[in-house]
């Protein structure tokens, strides 16, 4: 989040990079979110699955 507004504080005059920066951030975002419940299930016992997709 600091290293996130300090980007923002420098290029604050370029809307066009801080568009695509944003961009860049969400798309990483939505992937990471997406590899997770795979993540998640492979280490978690058949009985432990729903209180362990809690936490994603």
């Given at each position: 989040m600091p290293?996130?507004?300090a980007v923002?504080?420098?290029i604050s005059s370029q809307l066009w990079l801080?568009?695509?920066?944003?961009?860049?951030l969400g798309l990483g975002v939505g992937i990471f979110s997406a590899a997770m419940p795979t993540a998640i299930l492979a280490v978690t016992s058949?009985?432990?699955?729903s209180?362990?997709?809690s936490f994603n």
């Open positions: 290293a996130a507004l923002f504080a420098v801080l568009c695509a920066i944003m961009g860049l058949a009985q432990e699955t209180s362990a997709m």
